[in-house]
């Protein structure tokens, strides 16, 4: 029986498509390790990249500290800074995530999903001196006019400062789903295998050294991680997520690609999953748990390439607050028109802390943008919210 020819390119693609990309990004790996040395290693004053994550659907602040239900986020608010009583002041995820990347506290409607009128946090990013478009990104669990959050539409900034954008099915499954539908995508690699194909091509290329250009880095162990990524960006599974938060998982994973390839300056990431809670408690609880599963391997990610490992800070928040307990129903309402019910939770964890922080006042989603261009050295400087600066270093 002969076999289809979906079926008979999706082993070989697997190959051609990791040595091609593997030739084409090599460049995006880093020139040399980190040389390890004695004794402890000072971590930076300041971080040289800022993970952004945007808790978007209306998340409890005690749920991002619940270690049982949210153990990655949890360890961070242990081991970082935590602001537990940051005011929402938003109507929907739309109003809070312009509220959060801009920097201002302007009245929105969300339901209209209106480009900002005001910069974002990626323009602001995007005035520092070479930080490149692919430098700065931005990756939302869908699509459409949620991309509208990435730049906004000032005369001064707008489109000519906007960052790269991707979402959902990620940065190279869209350009490649054409290509793809016919081919077939290719299988995942185990990871036992990787240590073999290593070997692999370190015997291939000292065997090859008489005619390989020095200049050519392909095979080296160095660009490894830049294939993984690309590889599990396009597998099979890339487009069949069938858990609890499929548009969430889809964007992690464009994160991770977007990590592994590029080392953004700033990597925003927005989901928004956990809107389930409307219809189903137990959904709700899902969805934050695989969420944090998602944070620890973007966390692990981060932490294990040389040129971001201990240089990055992760920045956590909730949009909006939800209802103290789910009603008859099991469902999580959105959080009453209180006070109480509007503060949210925030989670700064990484280089650039004070040791002995000092936070007064009242706090605001629109402090978060001018806080992170505190981090990264920029001016916002048509924020108004207010930076954090008690509990970060002196610049």
């Given at each position: 029986m002969r076999s289809s020819p979906l079926i008979r390119w999706s082993l070989p693609l697997a190959g051609v498509l990791g040595l091609c990309l593997l030739l084409v990004f090599s460049a995006a790996a880093p020139s040399s390790l980190a040389r390890g040395g004695k004794g402890k290693v000072k971590p930076p004053a300041f971080p040289s990249h800022v993970v952004l994550v945007i808790l978007g659907g209306g998340v409890r602040p005690a749920?991002?500290?619940?270690?049982?239900?949210?153990?990655?986020?949890?360890?961070?608010?242990?081991?970082?800074?935590?602001?537990?009583?940051?005011?929402?002041?938003?109507?929907?995820?739309?109003?809070?995530?312009?509220?959060?990347?801009t920097g201002r506290a302007d009245a929105i409607d969300?339901?209209?999903?209106?480009?900002?009128?005001?910069?974002?946090?990626?323009?602001?990013?995007?005035?520092?001196?070479?930080?490149?478009?692919?430098?700065?990104?931005?990756?939302?669990?869908?699509?459409?006019?949620?991309?509208?959050?990435?730049?906004?539409?000032?005369?001064?900034?707008?489109?000519?400062?906007?960052?790269?954008?991707?979402?959902?099915?990620?940065?190279?499954?869209?350009?490649?789903?054409?290509?793809?539908?016919?081919?077939?995508?290719?299988?995942?690699?185990?990871?036992?295998?990787?240590?073999?194909?290593?070997?692999l091509r370190l015997i291939s290329r000292h065997a090859a050294s008489v005619w390989l250009p020095r200049e050519v880095d392909a095979g080296l162990p160095r660009a490894e991680g830049v294939e993984r990524a690309l590889l599990r960006e396009l597998d099979r599974k890339a487009l069949l997520n069938r858990g609890p938060n499929p548009r969430d998982e889809e964007a992690v994973r464009a994160a991770?690609?977007?990590?592994?390839?590029?080392?953004?300056?700033?990597?925003?990431?927005?989901?928004?999953e956990a809107e389930q809670a409307q219809a189903s408690y137990d959904s709700?609880?899902?969805?934050?748990?695989?969420?944090?599963?998602?944070?620890k391997r973007i966390q692990a990610a981060v932490a294990a390439d040389p040129a971001m490992g201990g240089k990055t800070t992760?920045?956590?928040?909730?949009?909006?607050?939800?209802?103290?307990?789910?009603?008859?129903?099991?469902?999580?309402?959105?959080?009453?028109?209180?006070?109480?019910?509007?503060?949210?939770?925030?989670?700064?964890?990484?280089?650039?802390?004070?040791?002995?922080?000092?936070?007064?006042?009242?706090?605001?989603?629109?402090?978060?943008?001018?806080?992170?261009?505190?981090?990264?050295?920029?001016?916002?400087?048509?924020?108004?919210g207010t930076a954090w600066v008690g509990l970060l270093n002196s610049r």
């Open positions: 749920d991002m500290q619940d270690k049982t239900l949210m153990p990655t986020l949890a360890a961070m608010f242990d081991e970082g800074r935590s602001v537990t009583k940051v005011e929402s002041g938003a109507t929907d995820a739309y109003a809070a995530a312009t509220r959060i990347l969300g339901a209209a999903k209106p480009r900002p009128a005001w910069p974002t946090l990626c323009e602001y990013v995007r005035t520092r001196e070479g930080v490149g478009e692919k430098r700065c990104w931005f990756v939302s669990f869908d699509g459409g006019d949620r991309l509208h959050l990435a730049h906004s539409s000032h005369a001064q900034y707008g489109a000519v400062l906007a960052p790269s954008v991707t979402y959902g099915q990620g940065p190279f499954a869209q350009p490649l789903e054409s290509f793809l539908d016919i081919l077939g995508r290719p299988l995942p690699i185990e990871p036992a295998a990787w240590k073999q194909l290593r070997r991770l690609t977007v990590l592994a390839v590029h080392r953004p300056v700033l990597t925003v990431l927005l989901l928004g709700y609880r899902a969805v934050l748990a695989a969420n944090d599963r998602g944070l992760f920045v956590v928040v909730a949009d909006r607050s939800r209802a103290e307990k789910p009603d008859a129903n099991g469902r999580l309402a959105e959080a009453p028109a209180s006070k109480q019910g509007r503060v949210v939770g925030v989670v700064i964890h990484g280089p650039g802390l004070a040791r002995r922080p000092r936070l007064q006042g009242p706090r605001s989603l629109a402090d978060l943008c001018p806080t992170i261009g505190h981090l990264l050295g920029v001016e916002t400087p048509h924020a108004t």
